[in-house]
């Protein structure tokens, strides 16, 4: 359940994140708005998740996952360029939240 929690808490630091993306693009508070209810939701997510997965594993998996996923969404919805360089360290992020985890 608490790895559940952390997955759903990933997913709404990265509807804030994008939420805080909008509000910056269109200057509508609404989006700040949303920012905050989902950003609020994630962490209490993330809080919850700590009392049965070690911090360094679900810090590291929420902020590792919602990088990864944020950098998705900036190419797909905010037409941002993604290099090489920006797809090696994602990578190499990934692997050390893969890592993290095996090592638990």
Same mark, same amino acid.
Not at 40 to 45: H, I, Y
Not at 64 to 84: A, D, H, P, R, Y
Not at 89 to 101: A, E, R, T
């Given at each position: 359940?608490?790895?559940?929690? %952390?997955?759903?808490?990933?997913?709404?630091?990265?509807?804030?994140?994008?939420?805080? +993306?909008?509000? $910056? *693009?269109? +200057? &509508? &508070?609404?989006? %700040? =708005? *949303? @920012? #905050?209810?989902?950003?609020?939701? $994630?962490? #209490?997510?993330? @809080?919850?998740? /700590? !009392? +049965?997965?070690? /911090?360094? =594993?679900?810090?590291?998996?929420?902020?590792?996952?919602?990088?990864?996923?944020? $950098?998705?969404?900036? @190419?797909? =919805?905010?037409?941002?360029?993604?290099? *090489? &360089? +920006? %797809?090696? @360290?994602?990578? %190499?992020?990934? =692997?050390?939240?893969?890592?993290? !985890? /095996?090592?638990?």
């Amino acid at each position: 359940m608490h790895w559940l929690v %952390l997955a759903i808490s990933i997913i709404f630091e990265v509807i804030a994140t994008s939420s805080m +993306k909008y509000a $910056s *693009i269109s +200057k &509508n &508070n609404l989006y %700040l =708005i *949303i @920012f #905050a209810i989902f950003f609020s939701f $994630s962490l #209490a997510g993330l @809080f919850y998740a /700590l !009392k +049965k997965i070690d /911090l360094s =594993i679900a810090y590291a998996m929420w902020a590792g996952c919602g990088i990864t996923l944020i $950098s998705i969404v900036g @190419f797909l =919805i905010f037409k941002e360029v993604i290099t *090489i &360089n +920006k %797809l090696i @360290f994602i990578v %190499l992020i990934v =692997i050390g939240v893969v890592g993290l !985890k /095996l090592s638990a």
